[in-house]
């Protein structure tokens, strides 16, 4: 995302079960009230576990850091983010996000092999979980929800 005047980006400090290490991540949010720190995540997390995109947040400048860094949600957004590993690695990892745009996700590629989902609130997340069973189940993708919203449950 091209950086506009009203969105700012914000460091994540956490443990990554899929690095195995304690890590960071920076993502573009929209800025709420800057007074307040409030600011709406308007990426998808690639690592970060329990946000998703859309998900109301508070972060305040951290000199060390030299940044925003995130203090806490404050609002979740109700959608749910995966985390998608191609296994078969013949096939396009954009030939695969085709897939689930088509299903009203939205997608983000890390690297050829690796993207991450963003599952809208407003769509039954049973049509994408069975999608990647069915990948799963052809040996092209492995896959974690690390933020499953209470909508999707």
């Known amino acids: 995302m091209p950086a506009k005047e009203n969105?700012?980006?914000i460091l994540f400090k956490f443990y990554s079960d899929v690095l195995d290490e304690q890590t960071a991540e920076t993502m573009?949010?929209?800025?709420?009230d800057n007074d307040k720190g409030i600011y709406k995540l308007d990426s998808i997390p690639f690592y970060a576990p329990n946000i998703a995109c859309g998900d109301t947040?508070?972060?305040?400048?951290d000199p060390d850091e030299q940044m925003l860094t995130f203090e806490e949600i404050i609002e979740f957004s109700g959608n749910s983010t995966v985390q998608v590993v191609?296994?078969?690695?013949?096939i396009?990892?954009?030939?695969?996000?085709k897939a689930f745009h088509d299903l009203?996700?939205?997608t983000e590629k890390f690297k050829e092999g690796y993207f991450v989902i963003d599952v809208p609130v407003s769509l039954n997340i049973s049509p994408i979980t069975?999608?990647?069973d069915e990948l799963i189940e052809m040996g092209t993708i492995d896959y974690a929800i690390p933020c499953l919203s209470e909508q999707h449950r």
């Open 7 to 9: 969105y700012v980006k």
């Open 57 to 61: 947040i508070i972060a305040t400048y």
């Open 130 to 132: 069975l999608k990647l």
């Open 104 to 106: 009203g996700c939205t």
């Open 28 to 32: 573009w949010a929209e800025v709420v």
């Open 86 to 90: 191609l296994m078969d690695k013949s």
């Open 92 to 97: 396009s990892t954009n030939d695969v996000r």
